[in-house]
Nanobody, 116 residues
Framework: QAQLVESGGGLVQPGGSLRLLCAASGFTFSRYTMTWYRQAPGKEREQVAA????????HYADSVMGRFTISRDNVRNTVTLQMNSLKPEDTAVYYC?????????WGKGTLVTVSS
């Protein structure tokens, strides 16, 4: 059974950093494009960062460019989102997604709150 489990969320002050981890199991991780999404209260879910199967050509939303870094480990079956210089507008539930052809899996999310 495919499963994605996010961790690493929490409360952080503006300007701080957090590192989110998504652990995958139950499917061939290396075949899947991995993407982080987020959904803020009252807003639609938006794509934050994506990475190809071999870890090249990461793509970032304009709002996080230069502050967030996505990476993956195809041995440990994990994908990481390093978030620096966090802003209050980064507050959201962050979700991990795995996509390959018509297959798509989602985690349950981890809450990131940026507040002083």
């Amino acid at each position: 059974q495919a499963q994605l489990v996010e961790s690493g969320g929490g409360l952080v002050q503006p300007g701080g950093s957090l590192r989110l981890l998504c652990a995958a199991s139950g499917f061939t991780f290396s075949r899947y494009t991995m993407t982080w999404y987020r959904q803020a209260p009252g807003k639609e879910r938006e794509q934050v960062a994506a990475i190809t199967t071999v870890g090249t050509s990461p793509h970032y939303a304009d709002s996080v460019m230069g502050r967030f870094t996505i990476s993956r480990d195809n041995v440990r079956n994990t994908v990481t989102l390093q978030m620096n210089s966090l802003k209050p507008e980064d507050t959201a539930v962050y979700y991990c997604n795995a996509r390959y052809s018509l297959m798509s899996y989602w985690g349950k999310g981890t809450l990131v709150t940026v507040s002083s």
